[in-house]
Structure formats: structure tokens, C-alpha cells
């Protein structure tokens, strides 16, 4: 089966943040979607950058596209609390993703993985084996990766966002060592997140699909035109056919 592919939507202060040859855009956040689905997307990786750095959100407009988009939308709003775990479920995202800061709180991770199963992945943004909440100071970073992932494996989360924060919006390639030492220890499903610069990126990830990883979120390679919603897709069904 072909790695699912998610294009990412970052919308900071009403605007879809994509970056060009020539430095950060701010389109239309509903625009760059359907150009991704238009393309070709199935899912879409819906990010709000205001709620995750704590900034403010952008609440309304992400609650009017999830609505409006005809898509499956992963939501990533900086969710770490009951607050806004309600605010996102509530959206109709297919499924959201619980911020690396909510860590600072496994108890409540494990209680919300509980509750809503499928419907919640956790993100892993990772520095060098710890946990590194990004836009956060709090009590998640520095946790260790593979204790935390023991626990929330044991408490049954359904699947992991694994970022190496070093590597995110880069276009460095993706951390393969780490993606690897994720899918050897958990059975869960894994996606990855964070470096994807080409075509061969993605075909180098696509060797992880036996182990466990399930699809690549990519954001900044799309938006320099590195390569399209399209030609990925390809790529990755190309992949899978000679898997």
C-alpha cells in the first residue's frame, strides 16, 4: 500500500504561511487547499501556527474550512488541554493531533487517547531523543522519546506525528534513522514529518512501509514547487508497485 500523503496548510493570522524561492507567502488558506485536492490530495494536514505558539488563533477560519473542504483533515492547533481538545473535535477534523507540549501531562494524553481512539494522533517533535515542544518552554521538553512512547504505547494511542525539529521546513531530507527506531519500537502506525526536499526523499521513506510508517506530512517542498500534490503521489504509488 502507497504512504498516504498530506500536504500541510500552515495558516498563521488569517493567512496560509508557504514559502517560495524568494522568501514566506500568505495566500488564501482555502485556496492553497483546493489546490492541493485539485491535485490530486485526499487528506490535508491542517495546521494552526497562532494556537501552537501560543499567539492567538485562528479558530473561526479553520472551523469554516473543515467544513467547507470536501477532504480528511489532520488538525494540528497546539492541542494540550480539555479546552482545546473540545474546540477541535468539534471542527469535524477526521483526526487531530495532540501537541507535543500535552506531554507535560501524560496522564491526560493517555486519558484523551482513551476516549477518542483513531480519532487522535500524537505529535513527537524530537530533538536529539528527547521530546522538544516547539513553540513551548513547559515541562514536555526533555522527556525521554522512547520512555514516553513506552507509555503511551501501553496506555494504546492509536498513532504518532514524528517530527526531528532540526530537520522541519528545512528541506534537508528527512531523518530516516529516526523514523526507523520509531516504527522498530512501536506497532502503531507512524507518520513523518519534517525535511522532505524531492521525489527520492519520499521514495526513501516508502521503504518504512513494512516497518509501520503509514504517510509523510510535506509542507515547504510543495510550496518552493520542488515537486508536485501530483508527482508525489505518483512517486509513492510508483513505490509501492515495485514493494
Known sequence: MALTLLPAVDIADGRAVRFTGDGPTDPDPMATARAWLQDGARWLHLVDLDAAFRRGDNAALITAMIGALDARIELSAGVCDDE???????????????????LADLDWCVAACGRYGDRLAVALDVHNGRIAPRGFA?????????TTLDRLDRAGCARYLVTDVTRDGTLTGPNLALLREVCGFTAQPVVASGGVAGLDDLGQLATLEPAGLEGV?????????????????????????RA
Open 84 to 102: 482545546s481538545l473540545r474546540w477541535a473535535m468539534s471542527t469535524g477534523a477526521a483526526r487531530i493531533s495532540l501537541s507535543s507540549a500535552a
Open 217 to 241: 506530512i510535506v509542507g515547504r517542498a510543495l510550496g518552493v514547487g520542488a515537486f508536485t500534490v501530483a508527482a508525489a503521489l505518483a512517486a509513492l504509488d510508483r513505490s509501492a508497485t
Open 138 to 146: 513547559g515541562d514536555a521538553g526533555g522527556l525521554d522519546l522512547f
